[in-house]
């Protein structure tokens, strides 16, 4: 499952943007891939999304990142409000960072789900369900 694993892989390297203390999301570098954990992740208020939101513009700007991956559990649902939120904005805060490479995991249909609304000029975006495929993907 993907948020077993995603919780136990080895990391290449942690770095931390201040965030809200208690958030459902976390952050993890692997490379030149930065990461998005959202496990559990039952569509958060406006406040805790623009939060996630905000961490990854800052984080994923950085010269030190060259693709993204939200990885989302088995769990996850998404309101109709919060993907309107994410078609809006995550395709801009794709477009903000200006990697080459925007992925998003799921065992499920959540990642084809995003990703059939998210638009990044620039950007190959796709989704995966597994996140080993996911980060080799992205370091191509």
């Known amino acids: ?57 800052e984080r994923g700007k950085r010269a030190d990142i060259t693709a993204t991956l939200a990885v989302f559990g088995d769990d996850t649902t998404l309101p109709a409000e919060t993907q ?13 960072t200006g990697v080459d490479r925007i992925g998003f995991v799921s065992d499920g249909t959540t990642a084809m789900a995003v990703r059939s609304n998210v638009e990044v000029p620039g950007a190959t975006v796709e989704s995966v369900r597994d996140l080993d495929d996911a980060v080799a993907w992205a370091r191509d």
């Open 84 to 96: 309107e939120y994410m078609d809006e904005e995550w395709s801009r805060n794709g477009e903000y």
């Open 1 to 57: 499952m993907i948020g077993q694993s995603a919780q136990t892989a080895p990391s290449e390297s942690k770095d931390s943007v201040p965030g809200p203390d208690a958030s459902e999301w976390e952050f993890e570098k692997r490379g030149t891939v930065g990461i998005w954990f959202m496990q559990g992740w039952q569509g958060y208020t406006d406040e805790d999304l623009e939060a996630a939101s905000d961490h990854y513009r």
